[in-house]
């Protein structure tokens, strides 16, 4: 079983930044992608950003250029860098691994809030 710990979430102004993080209870080399997701009261979850074991990223377009993905291997950890946050980047954002078996892992959530 994989454990996912997110971090870093909190209340914000709007234009201002945060850095979540996802630590993986296992080697993040064992995952084929890992990323991040988010959920906004009463939306679907959907992708944020993502980044492959070969490196590759891929964001939604309403974050491009504002958030980076990024992971620190030898931590076995996942940040997505926030900046020029909007209230409409408000939600429960989580992190999730996909192992090269295409068994999904989920983390609990972290709450990120933007005020306006």
């Known amino acids: 079983q994989v454990q996912l710990v997110e971090s870093g979430g909190g209340l914000v102004q709007a234009g201002g930044s945060l850095r979540l993080s996802c630590a993986a209870s296992?080697?993040?080399?064992?995952?084929?992608?890992v990323g991040w997701y988010r959920q906004a009261p009463g939306k679907q979850r959907v992708l944020v950003a993502r980044?492959?074991?070969?490196?590759?990223?891929n964001y939604a377009d309403s974050v491009k250029g504002r958030f980076a993905i990024s992971r620190d291997n030898a931590e076995n950890t996942v940040y997505l860098q926030m900046n020029s946050l909007k209230p409409e980047d408000t939600a429960v954002y989580y992190c999730?691994?996909?192992?090269?078996?295409?068994?999904?892992?989920w983390g609990q959530g972290t709450q990120v809030t933007v005020s306006s």
């Open positions: 999730y691994s996909r192992t090269f078996t295409f068994t999904d892992y």
């Open positions: 296992r080697s993040i080399f064992s995952f084929s992608t």
């Open positions: 980044i492959t074991s070969a490196g590759s990223t």
